[in-house]
């Protein structure tokens, strides 16, 4: 089977304020070159800190999947 070679360092989380307060922040998963985010967080988040952890716990996620 042919495996694609994905470079990690193409792939990136950015938290953004996308909703209303209590909890505003969302995690966003972009790929160099690409204007549009190919996967964000299902829910908003209370802190920036939160949403950021959790976008990096989802980018390992898809990384992992896309190398096997």
């Known amino acids: ?3 694609l070679g994905f470079d ?5 989380v950015v938290v953004k304020n996308r909703g209303s307060p209590p ?3 969302r995690w966003e998963i972009y790929r ?10 299902p829910i908003f988040f209370h802190t920036m800190a939160g949403a950021n952890k959790a976008g990096k716990v989802a980018l390992k996620q898809l990384l992992a999947k896309l190398n096997t």
């Open 32 to 41: 160099a070159g690409k204007s549009s985010p190919i996967g964000q967080s």
């Open 23 to 25: 909890n505003p922040w």
């Open 8 to 12: 990690n360092t193409d792939y990136s």
């Open 1 to 3: 089977m042919y495996k």
